[in-house]
């Protein structure tokens, strides 16, 4: 598995460089669809904000370079790693931001998902999340391959109560892209974002989805 706090070193390096801080500032107001970095207090979060940005940054945010974060870091190795731990940063270059099923789990140890816009099914080398979620579940979360297996390499999982088998088969068939950044306004109710993000996928269907969404991650917020 990956060492600990290895995904976390990567985002903090860019956060606390001053060559970066202007980058930073860029994504940040990004993120949260505001205008300046002054508007902080303004900005809607939740309490999954926080860790969806940092997810997001890392791998989806384009620096002026071209690459995301991830991808300079792997490119220029600032903090001169060993080639055995930069192939694991490397793996996680093809990460993949998925609406997963839980299909079994096995505590403390892994947890068999499904893919619902793939229907592809892996095993994840997981320990915090075997507790939090229930065979059935779905949920947010991003899987990356480290070494020679897989493992949820983002932010803490977001879990919707439940979904409907056609709302699945929305999933499957339109392919819609999700990352953290739509999740956060699907949390802070920003429609109009989201729908500008998406205008290349289906308006009638991905709203449709979403108003599913927002209604199961009430739910799944009450529950909690």
Known sequence: MLPRNSIRKVYEYYFTSPRFSEEVKRAFMKFFNTNSIDN????????????????????????????????????????????????????????????????????????????????????????????????????FGRVGKVGDHYELVGADTVSLADMAQADKNILRKKRLEFTPKILNDILVGKKKFLVSALLNQSKSDFIQLLLCMEHNLAKSAKIE
């Open 40 to 139: 902080q207090d303004k900005v809607g979060m939740v309490k999954q904000s926080e860790g969806l940005f940092n997810e997001w940054f890392l791998y989806d945010f384009i620096l002026n370079n071209g690459h995301t974060p991830i991808e300079d870091f792997v490119a220029c190795n600032p903090f001169k790693l060993e080639n055995s731990l930069m192939d694991l940063y490397k793996d996680l270059l093809d990460s993949k931001y998925a609406i997963l099923e839980v299909l079994a789990i096995d505590l403390g140890k892994s947890i068999k998902v499904k893919d619902l816009q793939t229907d592809k099914e892996l095993v994840l080398f997981e320990y915090n999340a075997t507790f939090g979620l229930k065979v059935g579940s779905v949920f």
